[in-house]
């Protein structure tokens, strides 16, 4: 059985190309009525019209399905790639949190610490990897600035390596290079390997962690019922 997540970033897609092409055809009409329609009007309503356009084609073009779960494996899907986990390969999943002051704080995306980092290397392609590495460089920001807030020099976390050797000896050279030595770092500092961006979700951040920590325990319980 497959457990699909439809992103909350596909929403409302078609309301935006809607009320833009509203706008264009409101602007051309106002040019067709009267001729002394002031610049600063037509300015704002044609940039209107061109943001929503560019929003609603961009959620558009996401991929309908973010994550793909079943029994043995969790799928994400970018638009440029996909990577894949199995549960047998999960130490644990969760909300990474940051310091803020005397508190803690909530990062919006869902994290999983990995056992072996090369099954995620292997598949992995460099073109998915050069998003989730630009998409994510936030989250490196944010996690520098809070969790290594007496480091002067950040540049080590943003070089980029030669090569990068994984906990089990293998070489990656290029952007698999520059992703695995990323992985290794947001580990240092966020305790996760792979991030998924709450806009990626379909609910609440919260609840999805709750729905996937049911879904993980009820494969707990399928397998234990098997060796029975």
């Known amino acids: 059985m497959q457990f699909n997540v ?10 935006f190309c809607a009320v833009a092409i509203g ?4 602007l051309v009409f ?10 600063g009007i037509s300015v704002v309503i044609g940039a209107a019209a061109g943001i929503l356009l ?6 558009l073009i996401e991929p309908p399905v973010s ?3 079943t029994p043995d494996t969790i799928r994400y899907i970018h638009r440029k790639g996909e990577w894949q986990l199995d549960w047998d390969n999960v ?16 990062a919006p995306f869902l994290g999983f610490r990995v056992y072996n980092n090369d099954a995620i290397l292997q598949t992995i392609s460099p073109r998915l990897a050069s998003a989730i590495l630009f998409e994510q460089r936030q ?6 600035r809070h969790e290594r807030p007496e480091q002067a020099d950040y540049s080590e976390y943003f070089d980029i390596p030669e090569r990068f050797v994984s906990s089990e000896g293998r070489v990656y050279k290029g952007l698999i290079a520059v992703f695995g030595r990323r992985m290794e770092q947001m580990r240092e500092l966020l305790g996760y390997d792979l991030y998924v961006s709450a806009n990626a979700l379909d609910r609440d951040i919260y609840e999805f962690r709750s729905h996937l920590q049911r879904l993980q325990a009820s494969r707990q319980e399928a397998k ?4 029975r």
Do not use: C, S, W, Y
Request: cysteine-free; charged content about 25%; glycine content about 4%.
């Open 139 to 144: 989250l490196m920001t944010m996690a520098l």
């Open 54 to 59: 560019l929003l609603g084609v961009g959620k």
């Open 67 to 69: 994550l793909a779960i």
């Open 30 to 39: 106002m040019h067709l009525v009267r001729d002394d329609i002031p610049v």
């Open 224 to 227: 234990l019922d098997n060796t």
């Open 6 to 15: 439809t992103p909350q970033a596909k929403r409302n897609a078609i309301t």
């Open 91 to 106: 130490v644990r999943f969760d909300i990474p949190r940051v310091h803020r002051l005397m508190e803690l704080e909530d």
């Open 23 to 26: 706008l264009i055809a409101l």
